[in-house]
């Protein structure tokens, strides 16, 4: 069974080794130094870089659509036999929105609240940029569901860093 594990930037190689991942997704602002572990080759490696904000602001990246559909590309080719890690600063606020936005796109079954729940159980302190989640609702079609979902979970407990989890792709428990 695959797993998509979300962690912060200081857990990244551990969680890829402990869980034998072959890609990798990080959403980061620009000029964050990260280490890409050396069991991921470069190929397996999504570097997405913007800022963790809700509305454009003044010297910031916002999240786009354009980062939206990256994501969306890179994960159609991942193929799930082995785990994927998404990983942000903190393991809060856009890995959980792109890991959120990962099992709606390769499951379009699966009902929306329900993912959202899965994260809320798996990490007390999600909060998922809604700015990503917005996007991910247009591009793949879900009518506000997706908004409605995390707007449902509603923001997580404060941290100053989230405690890795993983959600099952399939959502077997």
């Known amino acids: 069974m695959s797993r998509i594990h979300v962690c912060s930037l200081s857990r990244i190689g551990a969680t890829v080794a402990q869980t034998g991942a072959s890609h990798l997704v990080t959403l980061i602002n620009a000029g964050t130094p990260v280490e890409r572990p050396a069991a991921i080759p470069e190929n397996r490696h999504l570097f997405l ?38 990983h942000c600063f903190a393991g809060i606020s856009r ?31 999600a909060t998922p940029n809604l700015r990503l989640v917005r996007f991910a609702d247009e591009i793949l079609g879900r009518r506000g569901r997706m908004v409605s979902a995390i707007e449902q979970i509603g923001r997580g407990r404060d941290a100053f860093e989230g405690h890795p989890f993983s959600l099952d792709l399939d959502l077997a428990r």
Do not use: Q, Y
């Not at 910031?60 to 799930?80: C, I, Q, S, Y």
């Not at 890991?99 to 302190?125: K, N």
């Open 95 to 125: 890995s959980t929105a792109a890991a959120f936005i990962t099992v709606c796109a390769l499951r379009p079954e699966r009902e929306e609240a329900e993912i959202a729940a899965l994260i809320r159980a798996g990490s007390p302190s």
């Open 49 to 86: 870089a913007f800022n963790d904000i809700l509305e454009p602001m003044e010297g910031m990246t916002p999240p786009a659509e354009e980062h939206v559909t990256a994501l969306l590309d890179f994960v159609e080719g991942w193929k799930p036999e082995k785990p994927i890690v998404i």
